[in-house]
């Protein structure tokens, strides 16, 4: 059985949302000045169960794990098992700002994972720190080393452009993908941080913009197929062991081929990350059959998902933080 939006999309892939809570302050996600808790009724690991089991009966076959940053909770090793567990569940993958991995990578993959997406902004160790407010490029660097030494293939870094903050920084994110095989994303800087609006078309870099600078450098990238609901374009530095990748949300909106949705850690589902779309499902969670209730809320959901987002600057009610990446 597939899960078939309005729009004849058919929806595969979840993000699973376990906390709101963060150890990294990046200027993208989290608001100066907000703190979050996981408040009474965050997801636990039965609900995380139910749910992948409802979707999986729907087709949905892959499922990452977010946040917040997803590692301090202390439940993810027995949520990513619930995961593995999951029959049709075929990818289960974390992203992470990478911070707690070397100390919890053994327990992680004990419990079945077998992916990993770090977030890394910056190589410059003084610009990391500007734009995480406060983090330290040595220790996310550590991670991604150990990843590659476990062989957790692809590694992929994802990198939010930001005029000003970073931008400088895409030259040296790329030549991370020439000498190891990284597969690095640059995403451009969406309005999901309630920033000013005139500051935030300030900031915004385009991912052609991007890409122009990286080929001055590099020379003419090498077109690399992806699958088509993939949102990155994919490209090779000529001699590159890895990969170079743009995800244009706002210039080059991917909506047509969208093919996820989002579970929040206060029990929301998103059908879209670029609206405030969102519908309360924790009555389902509790039904005396939470995975049949639960597949009927995802049917509803797929039913309601839009054909597109909005990238314009807007207050939104909820930012990324809150959402989940």
């Not at 794990?65 to 289960?92: K, N, Q, S, W, Y």
């Not at 974390?94 to 990578?105: D, P, Q, Y």
């Not at 935030?200 to 450098?217: D, K, L, P």
Request: hydrophobic share 40%; proline share 6%.
């Amino acid at each position: 059985m597939k899960l078939i939006d309005n729009h004849g999309r058919v929806l595969r892939d979840l993000r699973v949302s376990i906390t709101p809570r963060c150890n990294y302050h990046c200027v993208y996600c989290h608001p100066l000045g907000m703190e979050m808790s996981d408040p009474p009724g965050t997801v636990t690991t039965g609900d995380v169960r139910h749910f992948l089991r409802a979707a999986a009966n729907l087709g949905m076959d892959a499922v990452r794990f977010t946040g917040g940053e997803p590692l301090v909770r202390r439940e993810l090793p027995e949520m990513i098992a619930a995961a593995a567990a999951t029959p049709g569940v075929r990818d289960v993958a974390v992203t992470t700002n990478g911070t707690l991995f070397r100390r919890r990578h053994r327990e992680l993959l004990d419990a079945g994972l077998r992916r990993v997406n770090f977030s890394l902004d910056a190589v410059d160790p003084g610009v990391f720190r500007r734009l995480t407010r406060g983090g330290e490029v040595a220790q996310v660097w550590d991670a991604i080393e150990l990843a590659l030494e476990l062989e957790l293939h692809p590694v992929k870094l994802n990198a939010v452009v930001i005029g000003g903050v970073n931008d400088g920084e895409v030259v040296r994110l790329a030549q991370l993908s020439v000498d190891r095989p990284l597969h690095v994303r640059f995403i451009e800087y969406m309005h999901l941080n309630n920033a000013p609006a005139d500051e935030y078309r300030r900031q915004f870099v385009s991912g052609a913009e991007t890409r122009r600078r990286i080929e001055e450098r590099f020379g003419a990238l090498a077109e690399v197929p992806t699958d088509p609901s993939s949102p990155a374009r994919v490209w090779k530095v000529p001699g590159g062991l890895g990969t170079v990748g743009f995800i244009n949300s706002v210039s080059e909106p991917f909506c047509s081929n969208c093919t996820r949705l989002r579970l929040t850690s206060d029990k929301k589902i998103r059908p879209c990350l670029l609206t405030d779309l969102e519908f309360d499902v924790a009555p389902a969670f509790e039904a005396d059959d939470p995975v049949r209730a639960l597949q009927e809320a995802l049917l509803f959901v797929a039913g309601k998902k839009p054909r597109q987002g909005s990238t314009l600057p807007t207050m939104r009610e909820r930012v990324m933080l809150g959402i989940g990446g």
